[in-house]
Nanobody, 129 residues
Framework: QLQLVESGGGLVQPGGSLRLSCAAS????????IAWFRQAPGKEREGLAC????????KYADSVKGRFTISRSDAKDSMYLAMNSLESDDTAMYFC??????????????????????WGQGAQVTVSS
């Protein structure tokens, strides 16, 4: 079964840090563009960060730039999102996503959810004192 599985979510105080992990099962992440998204209740899904499939070009949303860092380990078929200086507005369900390889996605990634083929089930992050 092809799936992505997130872990590392939880409750953290404002100003704190968390690291989300996402492991691929049944397929390899090598060569695939990958990304992290989040969705808070009543809000639209937001693309946070992405990495292209082979050039490892990254993009970040303005809302998380300088605070969040996306990374990947193709050897472990895993991706990560390090989150620092967390704020209450960061409270949301966080999802990882991957796109099947293509010529375009080798050098590009996207913060549009429609770009991706595989999705994780989500990990809840709650920032509260």
């Amino acid at each position: 079964q092809l799936q992505l599985v997130e872990s590392g979510g939880g409750l953290v105080q404002p100003g704190g840090s968390l690291r989300l992990s996402c492991a691929a099962s049944g397929f390899s992440l090598e060569g695939k563009a990958i990304a992290w998204f989040r969705q808070a209740p009543g809000k639209e899904r937001e693309g946070l960060a992405c990495i292209s499939g082979s050039d490892y070009m990254t993009k970040y949303a303005d809302s998380v730039k300088g605070r969040f860092t996306i990374s990947r380990s193709d050897a472990k078929d895993s991706m990560y999102l390090a989150m620092n200086s967390l704020e209450s507005d960061d409270t949301a369900m966080y999802f990882c996503a991957a796109r099947s390889p293509s010529t375009y996605s080798q050098r590009h990634c996207s913060q549009d959810g429609d770009f991706y083929d595989f999705w994780g089930q989500g990990a809840q992050v709650t920032v509260s004192s």
